[in-house]
């Protein structure tokens, strides 16, 4: 039976993902929602938003406005650290997202933190955004702050391809990385909470595609642990691709949700999980959200709705040219009650 009161979208998010009571499903992302209609509707586009924290709030806000879902989410990309510490980035255009071109350390002792990093161009862009969506939403929306995690930023900064080899040749220099790079993660994360996020999504592509679920135990858990007590605010996990093998492991880590693929089943992924975890996602976005239909979008939500998925939304970020109205379709599935079970 449908409860009496009404939750704020803020409340109703945050309770989603610390797995709490709701009024309705929540719904919505720690990764990018952003797509083109949005930026022609907010006046507001890629790639100057990235650089420039009026504009990126002005988009960012569309994932409520336009789309109306629970929470917005300041950082679309995933090449803000890498480009203030020195990356080469493209930042893209309206079509495409911001990749970082060559890494730039090839040891964990040339890892360092410029005085100035949060100073940095990409960085307080992000930061602005994050404080003028607090000023206009924070009342009402959650406010997503996003990291990239040490294992995603040794990926851009290192290099993927020598990184992953050194799993398996060079374990202590692997760990040399991580150690230096979690720092990055948890100064950036404090300081988005600090601008007024009121959770955080730690984006950290530990995937089946790339290593094994004993790797991930072995090399990035004890990080993942760390990390979500030194932040201490509620966290979402963001992997990409198959984790059903390490989702125990991720149970353990300290976030409060873990944000995943549509290659997991939903119905596989919380039997797994069995509560130890919030689940959000994890509706699929090349054939269902980019060339699918509505209909196929809110039967993918109620699926993942009925599984038990506490916050419903796209698996990662979406692709540019997403049409709105699928984005829109499972804001309906979680707006719609479910089926009576009797009770
Ligand atoms: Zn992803």
Redesign the pocket.
Known sequence: MATAYRMTPKRRFLAGILGGRVDRTPVGSV?SVVNMAQMDATGASFPDCHLDGRKMAQLAAGAHTILGYDAILAYASVSAEAAALGCEVDWGDRENMPVSLAPIWSDPEQVAIPADFLERTPIRAILDATRILRAQYGDQVAIVGKVMGPWTLAYHLHGIQDFLIETLTEPERVRGFLDALQEITVLFGRAQIEAGADLLCVADHATGDLISAAMYRDFLLPHHQQITQRLGCPTVL?I?GNTLDRLDDICQSGFDCFHFDSCVDAQGATYRVAGRISLMGNVNNPQILLQGTPEEALAQARYAQQAGVRVVGPE??IPLGTPTENLRAIAQAATEPLPSTGD
């Open positions: 990764t963001h990409c990662c970020a």
